[in-house]
């Protein structure tokens, strides 16, 4: 690689020549995985926390058999306008990564046998079920962990297995929306409560344009079956995990909630403004919209200064005025009728010929809001590998993101297949594990197991 | 109900509320050294220090700037909440690693510690001669962890990110908003908080790793991508289409019917996609033609399909409770529930009992309840010990107790200004007012 791109903006060149040569992209396959052997079982169902906290597995080492019902896992059908590429969906193909497909059918006696089996020989199994629906067909946690003590089940609900909710609703299914809407966190995300020229159509909560719930939830709960997996390294003892993705939510509320102890007062949504940091802000322009922040009195009289609002600066001159709700849809209009005459780019030279002057008074930041397609073609992704494009035997041309754990040194996470067709590996698992085939594998197929 | 009373029981057993400082802890036994500073850093720090890490946090002589980034700025017995909610069960040591006697004390906390994190610009701790060249030299076990914005190689390392850029920078904002209006951006520091996840995942990952060969690593951890990673089929869609991924509000452009409604009293989110919740949500509105007319739920989701099912749906809330619409999808089986603000989440006893909030009795700031990460775990379940503290303030312990300096060498390292405590002058360094002087302190 040409050593101008490894060096990039670094202010020391010869670190970032080192990081580069300990992290290179292409040695990675050449490197041993952190999970090597270990197994994972994700019999997840319409969850993409299931599927996500599995893929964060599978790309950096473990062996994951996805257990789907024959007729396939419902969240194959979860795609954008329900786009299709053969048996699967687009989000689906996403977090096929690395994993190996078979098929299993729940609901008949047989197949739970096989469940129970392969659950002898995996490490983890991860399930999305309603609360307590394995445990009434006697695959649950207490009856598999009575076989298998070291077995790390873990198990994904909107509820969680336990507590009044989980008792009230353990019949609904577990979503995204749910998990976002009793996160907290969408109660204040969304347009600001308090600016007076706002529609009131909009005035709402508002979810995260992704499935932040779900991939949260996949996070914190791939967080817990690394714990289990080192506790286990010292007491080979396995345990039951209870994630509930909306808690990963509620846990990363800000401090709402350490606000509501200390006040006895809530939060109204704050839009694109922030009562801790103002302005730090989202901002309109000539041509779409740019991010902008002057929060500290020097900082702020520098963005008054460029924008050449002395007025501005008199009217709130101290971040107690600038912090205040009441003012912030003010400042937030007025900065926009300065921005929506400019260009990102226009704005940004500004900024820049401001940071040069030798009497300037703070530092102004600001950055046009990328949308995909120019983030598909920026350089510095090209460089770093996120994204990875591939011709799958299956699926055809294909590009999703690649792991983010592939700046790990000595285990670098690591994309290897993007996703397997519906049971393609039913030959391969069942063989391996339990030796079933031929013969008495197309029986259960016949039979409608597998 | 969860099916069948066993499992009830068990749940209620493994998971006892009351039981938790009966149990072991994950990470007991290993330290961290935490270089880190506003949320993102901290917030993996405290990830592992919830689930039993020691982790010992280092600050400049200014402070950490969460110190001083509160809403309203309004500050609690001296203290920012900003700083509280990235800093809990925490070491805290004032000192400047680019002194060179602070460096000296710092190299030999490395050689008796297991991670070593931080996220200052890339580089700044290799300009100290912090880099992992020469920690693994003196601790070869050592796992050290950089974060930023864009990593610490690459045309754009280097660059400064807030959570507001990685999150724009990511791509999030762009898709993030009603479908007739302006990107917005999360309601938290999303970027930051989930970033720090992803990191203390990485960190468990090679402690895993190091369990079996003994063999510590180096990690590089990008914020940008990391939002990048989180969007789902976004990447997919314009690879395949050309096309940006269009806002949408609440609704889900994957699923349907997700969405948000208003009800009589509030609002409730929604989802039936799956073939029986769908039938369920069509019984429950007392609709089956609907059911009849879109049961695949792939057909469901072309758009004009899918604005119109939603609009049924939006007529349908209109004159229900929000209650209501909850029991009718616990009946029915479709996913229906009120959306939480945090008052609601304070007082429910659905958290409590779940330990997802916890209440402890801290030393100096009192009573506090407060969420504590998930997920839960049955045999080695997270804690809250302490809050965060004044700058310094573990001084006396981490350099007695684990580097054995006697008290009175420690004090010379203070009077030399090689460590330091919190500045008089500045409120939010400082212990809460009525402070008396001995409590919380764990070696003088």
């Keep these: 690689m040409d050593d101008k791109n490894i060096v990039g903006m670094a202010k020391d060149k010869e670190y970032a020549r080192w990081a580069y040569a300990e992290t290179r992209p292409e040695d990675a396959v050449k490197k041993p995985e952190a999970l090597a052997h270990t197994v994972v079982i994700d019999a997840s169902y319409g969850s993409f926390a299931g599927l996500f906290a599995s893929s964060i597995l599978a790309e950096i080492g473990a062996e994951v058999i996805r257990a789907e019902p024959p007729g396939g896992d419902l969240a194959r059908k979860m795609s954008p306008y329900g786009m299709m590429i053969k048996d699967s969906g687009l989000a689906y193909i996403n977090e096929g990564r690395n994993k190996f497909h078979i098929t299993l059918d729940l609901t008949k006696t047989e197949g739970r046998k096989l469940f129970s089996k392969l659950a002898d020989k995996a490490d983890v199994l991860i399930e999305t079920f309603k609360p307590g629906y394995l445990d009434s067909l006697g695959i649950g946690y207490r009856q598999l962990s009575k076989k298998h003590p070291g077995l790390i089940f873990c198990a994904i609900h909107s509820y969680g297995q336990h507590g009044e909710d989980a008792e009230k609703h353990a019949n609904q299914p577990g979503y995204d929306i749910v998990d976002q809407a009793r996160g907290v966190i969408m109660s204040i995300t969304g347009e600001p409560d308090l600016d007076p020229e706002l529609p009131g159509e909009y005035k709402r909560p508002l979810k995260h344009g992704s499935w932040m719930g779900w991939y949260v939830g996949g996070a914190w709960a791939a967080f817990g079956i690394l714990l289990a997996l080192f506790d286990r390294t010292r007491t080979g003892k396995g345990q039951l995990i209870d994630c509930s993705p909306p808690e990963g939510l509620l846990a990363i509320s800000n401090y709402v909630m350490q606000y509501f102890h200390m006040s006895g007062q809530e939060m109204p949504r704050a839009g694109n403004y922030d009562y801790a940091v103002f302005p730090y802000t989202y901002v309109a322009c000539k041509d779409g919209y740019t991010f902008i922040s002057g929060f500290t009195d020097p900082n702020w009289t520098a963005l008054c200064e460029i924008m050449n609002r002395p007025d501005l600066r008199a009217q709130f001159p101290t971040i107690k005025e600038r912090l205040n709700p009441q003012n912030q849809p003010t400042i937030q209009h007025e900065i926009e009728k300065f921005t929506t005459q400019y260009t990102s780019d226009e704005l940004l030279e500004m900024v820049q010929e401001y940071g040069k002057k030798p009497d300037k008074k703070g530092t102004v930041v600001t950055g046009r809001l990328e949308n995909p397609r120019e983030i598909l073609g920026r350089e510095h992704w090209q460089e770093r590998k996120t994204f990875v494009r591939c011709n799958d035997p299956y699926y055809g041309e294909l590009l999703v993101p690649n792991s983010t754990f592939k700046g790990m040194s000595r285990t670098p996470g690591r994309m290897k297949w993007a996703c397997r067709r519906i049971g393609a590996d039913n030959e391969f698992i069942y063989q391996n594990y339990l030796g079933i085939g031929g013969r008495r594998l197309r029986q259960l197929k016949k039979a409608g197991v597998i | ?444």
């Design chain 2, 1 to 444: 109900m969860p099916k069948g009373k066993p499992y009830r029981d068990l749940m209620r057993k493994l998971f006892d509320a009351g039981q938790i400082f009966e149990k072991r802890e994950a990470l007991q036994g290993i330290r961290v050294l935490e270089v880190c500073y506003v949320v993102l850093g901290p917030a993996a720090c405290d990830y592992l220090a919830e689930f039993g890490a020691e982790v010992i946090k280092f600050e400049g002589q200014r402070g950490d700037q969460m110190r001083f980034v509160t809403p309203y700025a309004y500050f609690w017995k001296n203290m920012s909440p900003g700083l509280e909610i990235e800093n809990h069960n925490k070491y805290w040591v004032g000192m400047h690693l680019g002194n060179p006697r602070a460096k000296e004390l710092f190299l030999d906390l490395v050689k008796k510690s297991d991670v070593v994190v931080d996220n200052l610009t890339p580089g700044r701790m290799a300009q100290w001669g912090l880099s992992y060249k020469e920690l693994s030299q003196i601790n070869p076990r050592i796992i050290q962890l950089h974060v930023s914005g864009y990593g610490s190689w690459g045309p754009w390392t280097g660059r400064t990110s807030y959570d507001a850029v990685a999150q724009s920078m990511g791509g999030l904002s762009s898709i993030t908003g009603f479908e007739e209006r302006g990107p917005i951006k999360s309601g938290v520091w999303i970027a930051d908080w989930v970033t720090g996840l992803m990191c203390a995942v990485s960190i468990v990952a090679a402690l895993n790793h190091r369990a079996k060969t003994g063999e510590g690593q180096f990690i590089d951890y990008m914020q940008v991508e990391n939002v990048i990673r989180f969007l789902d089929w976004t990447w997919l869609y314009s690879f395949k289409t050309g096309e940006n991924r269009k806002r949408s509000g609440n609704r889900d452009l994957a699923i349907c019917p997700s969405d948000l409604f208003q009800c009589s009293d509030g609002w409730v989110a929604l989802a039936a996609f799956g073939e029986p919740e769908f039938k369920g949500l069509c019984t429950a509105m007392r609709q089956p033609e609907l059911y009849r007319k879109y049961p695949n739920p792939t057909q469901r989701l072309k758009d004009e399909n899918a604005r119109k099912i939603l609009d049924r749906i939006t007529q349908w809330t209109r004159n229900k409770r929000v209650r209501e619409v909850e029991a009718l999808g616990s009946k029915h089986g479709f996913a229906a529930s009120r959306v939480l603000s945090a008052k609601d989440a304070y007082h429910s006893r659905h958290l409590r009992e779940r330990s997802t909030i916890q209440e402890y009795d801290d030393p100096l700031y009192g009573s506090m309840a407060q969420q504590c990460y998930p997920p839960r775990l049955s045999e080695t379940p997270g804690r809250l010990k302490w809050s965060c503290r004044p700058l310094g303030f573990d001084n006396g312990y981490v350099f007695t107790k684990i580097l054995g300096l006697p008290p009175d060498e420690v004090k010379k390292l203070e009077e030399e200004k090689v460590i330091f405590r919190w500045n008089p002058q500045i409120p939010s360094h400082c212990p809460p007012p009525e402070w008396d002087g001995v409590s919380g302190v764990k070696l003088p």
